[in-house]
């Protein structure tokens, strides 16, 4: 009967053992192994701010109530669309692959422009499983773009892969959680991109810059012109003013002050100087000081342009430079 008994106790205590092992195995969440190969990037539009993206994306899971072909959801996309997929389940796995087009949103940061740097980012999601579920996991295997595609006016300089947890402050009407607070795994790609900004900078300046040297000239003409110098500096000034209200137009909007407002400003300051010296210098003519005038000419033309061009030099490195 002893023995009995014992045998009993230890059936009751194997089966205990049973179900919190059940429960335990239950309660981790599934892993999905998740890789990414990305064919282009193009459409970049800063106006409108997004890009285009297109790449292979692949899901191996065990748990097939995941569906990844509904149940894919990309967050910061504004449409996406499959142009092939296909799924294996014929293992113990199920294997998921297939092609996408993604127009993607983004903030830019314009503050350097043209020697901007960029971060695209895009992000998966599983719609109908959250963290309790599903948690991914990147598989690292292989490169995840094509090094040999260009992408138009930008160098690819990193491409980085992990997981993490997306919070939602809201339990989609679920009553089961506690908190009006939800958590979905997420699969992240992070591609670091450098404008190459060259012939870019040039095309985009060289009118503020020709128009600064227009005002320059003003310095050597002779005092007898003293209209034409008022006449051309005044021109430059609003020659500058055409120039920036051009180049914002192809940029999106900002509050904070960029590299494109930094060299326009100065510019637009130092044609004024060159307006105040052609004033001053009017002023010594008057007085009859012709050869005093003169001297300022040429002292204030040498120190202006100096002043000018060690600006400019410094703000472009300090933007080429972050």
Known sequence: MKRIFLLTVLGILFSFAACFKAAAEGSVPDTVSTG???NSIHDIDFKQKEYTVNCWVWFKYKNKDFDFLQNLEIPQAKSFSKSFSTIDSSGDKVYVLMKLQCVMKDSWKIGNFPFDRQNLRLSFENSQFDSRSLIFKPDT???NYDPRFTLSGWKIDSFNVNVGTKVYETAFGDD???KPRSEYSAYRVKIGIVRDAGGLFWKMFLGMYVAFLIAYVCFYIHADGIDSRFGLSVGSLFAVIGNKYIIDSALPESTSFTLVDTLHGLTLFFIFSVISCTAYTLRLIKADKVKQAKRFDMVAAQVLLLLY??????????????
């Open 141 to 143: 295997l292989g490169k």
């Open 176 to 178: 089961s959680f506690s």
């Open 36 to 38: 990414i190969y990305v």
């Open 309 to 322: 061009i060690l600006a400019n030099i410094y703000f472009i490195s300090q933007a080429n430079n972050p």
